[in-house]
């Protein structure tokens, strides 16, 4: 799988394939990542050879539109897809900084930034914060 960041393909955004497994814990947003429906698989040898870490696969979103001081929704915003997957509690520290070079952050990042809002309601309530 090369740099899948850049290509749109047709995607189907769904709910979460299944719950995360024992270990997988910290969860991640890819932030205007699309992966190809059906290529879950690819994208998880991806992320192993790319950044040596076990990661997976949980679901993407769109995002809601961006918004004012004042609350109010910013025009021609929103519409983005994140993809989010979980990684393994044991390659949380090596994955700490190489992710930032890729625009991966923590789902806690936006979470504790205010940005939230970005995302459905229910998707939020069904995701707290891990820290």
Same mark, same amino acid.
């Given at each position: 799988?090369?740099?899948? +960041?850049? =290509? $749109? !393909?047709? %995607? ?5 394939? +299944? ?6 814990? @910290?969860?991640?947003?890819? *932030?205007?990542? =699309? ?5 879950? @698989?690819?994208? %998880?040898?991806?992320?192993? @050879?790319?950044?040596?870490? +076990?990661?997976? &696969? !949980?679901?993407?979103?769109?995002? #809601? /539109?961006? =918004?004012?001081?004042?609350? %109010?929704?910013? +025009?021609?915003?929103?519409? $983005? #897809?994140?993809?989010?997957? &979980? ?10 900084? /190489? $992710?930032?070079?890729?625009?991966? $952050? ?10 939230? &809002?970005?995302?459905?309601? !229910?998707?939020?309530? *069904?995701? /707290?914060?891990?820290?």
């Amino acid at each position: 799988m090369n740099d899948e +960041r850049h =290509i $749109r !393909h047709k %995607i189907k955004v769904e709910p979460p394939i +299944r719950m995360k497994s024992d270990g997988f814990t @910290q969860l991640c947003v890819w *932030e205007g990542m =699309i992966l190809e429906e059906g290529d879950e @698989q690819g994208f %998880i040898t991806f992320m192993l @050879q790319e950044f040596d870490v +076990r990661v997976q &696969y !949980h679901t993407q979103v769109l995002t #809601n /539109p961006s =918004i004012d001081g004042h609350g %109010i929704p910013i +025009r021609d915003t929103g519409g $983005r #897809n994140d993809l989010f997957f &979980y990684v393994h509690k044991d390659d949380v520290g090596k994955f700490a900084v /190489p $992710r930032l070079k890729a625009g991966i $952050r923590w789902w806690e990042d936006i979470f504790f930034n205010g940005q939230e &809002y970005l995302y459905q309601e !229910h998707f939020v309530e *069904e995701h /707290p914060p891990t820290w």
